[in-house]
């Protein structure tokens, strides 16, 4: 039975924690980063798009262009709202990414080795050592052989099923069952993507109704097509899959085309029953980095980028030394994740989507600068909760409510409920943010 000690032990070595690694290990840590499979590997739950925030953090980590050799950049977004589409820009030739995981992962592991982390695959973590109430290290068993590995930090890195979040019983807050599957496979991308102005957005996220469906370009001249039904729908989809997401795609005119005129590649892919929570992040020689510790609805695409952003804040929380720093760390990310936790619960509630919300996307079609707005949201400039002023919503709720319309006003004092909620849930954590900053 091998003992080694290390300043730090990450375990699970994906988008989180082979970053952490890569970050801890350029600033002088000893680090040991752990993956029960055997790695590269795919990650076969994962959509894999990144917001340009997460691709900074690729660049700084020195994997940003192998991306961009095989990925193409997606600079125009398009979201639909039943009859109202919007194409907004990211700005200064900033761009989304969706490179596949098997590679994306292989990139980061890479850079952590780089680095001068040891990286050690098919090593499956079995328990914790503990001095009393504090966790001094991690058992776990290499291709069949025990180890012990004593350190002054474990990483639970290890995604939203995360053993260490079990070991450590971190509870969760502000949980709940996720009310949509997801379901989507690849296609080959047909000629026409590139020069049909229709198709100008890399990304399309377009929901009619209560049914969501999303395109993302990917590598290898190909296309992810999605649909989140939900979970009221499970049972058929479940049944015959292939059939039920092609039969779902052709409902929507902007997808209809890229499969009749395409050649699908490899088996349909789903995920069912998710659940999205947030987890206390922090203890006596433990702390939960990316999905392990909050994990968020994929309707949003947001989780890689989120994944990647905590890595590069927590590492140095964790190089100060100081425990209460992991504290702080835990508390900040609550702050800075809540308003994109509540919309992308927002984003997937099933049922027709409000009258106002249909109004409000109308009008970011013909403006610029809500348009520029919609685009900082997935900057993680701004709270999804501040593109649309209230007087500027209340105005066109009255104005159609005049017109007879008058359901707007009801969605907006609704919408004005939601907010208040939100906001009064962001300065509790505020409030706890301060507490632990002293």
């Given amino acids: 039975m091998g003992m080694t000690d290390y300043d730090v032990v990450v375990v699970g070595a994906r988008c989180a924690g082979a970053t952490l690694a890569t970050y801890l290990a350029r600033s002088g840590a000893s680090v040991l980063l752990l993956d029960k499979d055997k790695q590269p590997s795919d990650q076969v739950v994962s959509t894999h798009t990144i917001h340009p925030p997460g691709i900074d953090v690729l660049d700084e980590i020195g994997v940003g262009e192998a991306v961009r050799q095989r990925s193409p950049a997606t600079p125009t977004v398009r979201l639909r709202k039943n009859g109202a589409a919007v194409d907004f820009n990211f700005q200064d030739g900033r761009a989304e990414y969706c490179p596949r995981r098997q590679r994306l992962d292989g990139l980061l592991q890479e850079a952590a080795v780089r680095a001068g982390a040891t ?26 052989q025990e180890r012990i590995f004593p350190t002054a930090l474990v990483v639970g890195a290890d995604g939203r099923r995360s053993t260490v979040a079990d070991l450590v019983a971190a509870a969760e807050y502000l949980a709940y069952d996720a009310p949509r599957a997801m379901y989507w496979r690849y296609w080959e991308t047909p000629g026409f993507w590139n020069t049909d102005s229709a ?34 729908r499970i049972s058929f989809w479940r049944s015959e899959p292939l059939e039920r997401l092609t039969h779902d795609l052709v409902e929507d005119p902007f997808i209809r085309p890229l499969i009749e005129e395409s050649r699908p590649e490899g088996h349909v892919r789903g995920t069912v029953r998710e659940r999205y929570f947030f987890r206390n992040a922090a203890g006596p020689g433990w702390v939960l ?30 190089c100060s030394g100081l425990e209460r ?34 109004l409000a996307f109308s009008h970011a079609a013909r403006e610029p600068e809500l348009k520029a707005r919609l685009a900082r949201v997935l900057e993680h400039q701004l709270s999804p909760y501040e593109v649309f002023t209230p007087g500027n919503v209340f105005r066109w709720a009255l104005a159609g409510a005049l017109r007879g319309r008058a359901r707007l006003l009801s969605d907006f004092f609704q919408m004005g409920r939601r907010v208040s909620e939100v906001n009064r849930e962001l300065r509790a954590r505020k409030m706890l943010a301060a507490k632990e900053r002293g």
């Fill in 119 to 144: 990286f050690l695959d098919r090593t499956r973590v079995t328990g914790l050592l503990w001095d009393k109430d504090r966790v001094v290290g991690v058992q776990a068993v290499e291709r069949g």
């Fill in 199 to 232: 198709y100008s957005s890399g990304m399309y996220i377009g929901r009619v109704g209560e049914d969501i469906r999303v395109v993302f370009q990917t590598d290898d001249n190909q296309l992810l097509i999605g649909s989140m039904p939900p979970m009221s």
């Fill in 289 to 318: 980095c990316g999905d392990a510790g909050h994990h968020k609805d994929f309707v949003i695409g947001d989780g890689i980028t989120e994944a990647l952003l905590q890595a590069k804040t927590l590492a140095p929380a964790i």
């Fill in 325 to 358: 720093s992991l504290y702080r760390w835990w508390r900040d990310r609550d702050v800075r994740a809540l308003p994109l936790f509540f919309f992308a619960q927002d984003e997937a509630r099933p049922g027709p989507i409000p009258d106002l919300v249909s």
